[in-house]
Each structure stands twice: as C-alpha cells, then as structure tokens.
DNA sequence: CATCTGACGACCG
DNA sequence: GCGGTCGCCAGAT
C-alpha cells in the first residue's frame, strides 16, 4: 500500500488549519478507513516537509502517544490552533479542501 | 500461514 | 461525557 496520496492531501492543510483522520480517508476513499490515516500517519516520512501535527482525531483529539502528542499540541498552539481541554475547536479550525485537492486513491 | 497490533471511529450502556 | 466492544485492514512477528 502506497501512502502518498495522504502524504499529498496533509501537505496542503494550510497553517492554523486541521484536518481528522476520518476526514483523510473519506476524502481518499482509503480502504479501511480513519484507521488506514492513522496507519499512514504513522508511518510519515520526515524531511519531506508534511505537517502531521495537522491531523487529529474525530473530535479534535489528540489521539497520538507521548512524547509525540505534547509537541503535536506545541506545534499547533505555535502556529494559532488554541487547545481546549485538549482538544482542537473543529468548528474554527477544520479544513475544507478544495476538490482539486482531493485526488482519490484509485486501484490499478 | 496464524496472530497480534494499532496516530480510528461508530455504537451502546 | 466516559469506558468497552467491534469492524476494519496493512504491517509486523
């Protein structure tokens, strides 16, 4: 399985913006669903510039582990995403791409 | 090949 | 709101 399509869509969610893992994969059509985003996620490559701190879990929270999660919060109240009792407020931050960003996954 | 393991989320009590 | 169960499915063991 091939992540780069998630890696595509989580490079585009714009600074102070979020995007939920069921979100990444409905946009997608991942095969299995939120639990494939988090898989992706997971296995982000680095130096490739993808903000993975911009992606969190239904209700905007942070469903990443220690010591991972206290610089996901860091990197998002750095860049203007207020956390309240550790959550993201969805209805100021979600993000809503636009259709030319949601190229779907597509099987050979 | 058999199991286990999740950066999930819907459901239910 | 909270914890437990269950479906999901690619990777790891």
């Known amino acids: 399985m091939t992540w780069d399509p998630v890696y595509k869509l989580v ?3 714009p600074r102070g913006r979020v995007l939920t893992y069921g979100a990444v994969a409905r946009i997608l059509r991942l095969p299995g669903g939120a639990r494939s985003a988090g898989r992706a996620m997971a296995a982000t490559p680095q130096g490739r510039g993808i903000p993975w701190h911009r ?3 239904e209700r905007g929270r942070l469903l990443i582990r220690e010591p991972y999660a206290s610089l996901q919060r860091k990197l998002l109240e750095t ?3 207020s956390l309240i009792e550790s959550r993201v407020d969805l209805k100021l931050h979600l993000w809503t791409p636009p259709r030319r960003a949601t190229r779907k996954v597509q099987s050979a």
Do not use: F, L, R, T
């Open 11 to 13: 490079k585009q969610i």
């Open 55 to 57: 992606v969190v879990g």
């Open 79 to 81: 860049e203007g995403v």
